[in-house]
């Protein structure tokens, strides 16, 4: 609960900093531009103007992620900050078609302009103070994992570049006697639109389920493996519900002769700890291995050297034989990358070709599955 009270109170502390500081770009800049007639100076400022906007909304996001798990929301609130991300995507995008459209009137029908020290040195001062606000947002983007943060310190250093834009092409119109500000205009846009089209993309890709990053499943296999009891583990499944929220899955793996008692307590131990000493909520399914019958274990291991030869990216897990009157079934799951190229009934089919082998008393019974980490 304090680690949530800290990224909500850093969170709203950075906002307003954005906001204050977009507020005094914008306004200097839109004056500037409107006393002196460059579209794209103008242009510069209404895209600060929008960046106010976002650390509005980059402000409420945080007061409504850090609110606890209800009835309606068991799995708490986080996700706001991705939709709140998606928001800022969209008025920035709004943004960039604005400025498309008015910097190609601007082509079109050039006007005049008035040339002045007072706009290049609005322009450096923006500069300045975007590239510090870089900097920090992505400081503390980092120091609490916050994607809406991290969103709006991409936007500041597309705004650095766009500004940095208009800056060349009044000097460079100045001293070549051009009317370039309807092309600095266009560039400025197609800058905006881009971070905006990277924040989308990234925000839609967490909402439909984006995978988490491999140093999160790592970190969990050896939290689990590291109590002495626990033979393997497979079939890890983590779901995010948020920049910080977790919930886990996964199959641990004792000895068959360890008492059901003793094993389910194991359990218990290790969901316990994850949800004392992480932000992850796991869920332990206990499997029973044998780990005495030479027979077993003998052809569990020339189960894997075939697995592994298919594929050495492919692993084996949950493997068991039912002996028959005049069969054995060799039962097991294969875990195969989603990239993998060779389709699931061939990886079966050359798997009951090498067990029959072996021994043509042997069946497999396979199951394949598809995992994000192997």
């Known amino acids: 609960m304090e680690e949530i009270e800290s990224r909500e109170r850093i969170g709203k502390i950075v906002s307003v900093v954005g906001i204050l500081a977009n507020m005094v770009l914008s306004a200097f800049k839109i004056i500037v ?33 850090s609110k606890p798990a209800d009835e309606e929301h068991p799995y708490g609130h986080e996700r ?20 498309f459209k008015e910097s190609i009137a ?18 450096g001062f923006s500069i300045i103070v975007k590239c510090g606000m870089f900097v920090y947002y992505r400081a503390m983007a980092k120091k609490i994992n916050s994607d809406i943060l991290n969103a709006t310190a991409v936007d500041s250093l597309s705004d650095c570049i766009s500004t940095s834009i208009v800056l060349v092409s009044i000097v460079v119109g100045y001293l070549a006697g051009l009317n370039i500000d309807g092309y600095a205009g266009i560039l400025v846009a197609l800058f905006i639109a881009v971070a905006g089209i990277r924040i989308l993309k990234e925000m839609i890709s967490k909402l439909i389920g984006q995978v988490p990053d491999r140093e999160i499943f790592d970190s969990v296999k050896a939290r689990v493996l590291k109590h002495k009891e626990v033979l393997g583990i497979h079939d890890l499944n983590i779901y995010s519900y948020g920049p910080n929220k977790y919930f886990a899955s996964i199959h641990i793996e004792t000895d068959a ?10 359990i218990d131990d290790i969901e316990r700890e994850f949800a004392t000493e992480t932000n992850i909520v796991l869920t332990g399914h206990h499997d029973p291995i044998v780990i005495d019958d030479e027979e077993v274990t003998i052809m569990k291991e020339k189960v894997k050297v075939i697995v592994a030869n298919i594929n050495d990216k492919f692993s084996m897990h ?11 079934n060799v039962i097991f799951d294969v875990a195969i990358p989603f990239d993998d190229s060779i389709k ?3 990886i079966v089919k050359t798997l009951q070709s090498e067990i029959s082998k072996v021994d043509k008393k042997y069946h497999a019974v396979v199951v394949i599955e598809k995992q994000m980490y192997i």
């Open 106 to 123: 601007k082509i079109v029908a050039p006007e005049p302009l008035d040339f002045s020290v007072i706009v290049l040195v609005a322009l």
């Open 318 to 328: 949950d493997f068991r034989m039912v002996k028959g009157p005049n069969k054995t």
């Open 80 to 99: 706001v900050e991705y939709i709140c991300s998606l928001v800022v995507s969209f008025i920035i995008l709004l943004i960039a078609f604005e400025l």
């Open 33 to 65: 531009g409107s006393l002196f007639g460059f579209i794209s100076v103008l242009a510069d400022g209404l895209n600060n103007l929008s960046d106010c906007g976002s650390s509005v909304i980059s402000f409420v996001s945080f007061k409504i992620s």
């Open 344 to 346: 699931e009934d061939e």
């Open 257 to 266: 002769k360890m008492d059901t008692l003793v094993a389910h307590e194991l």
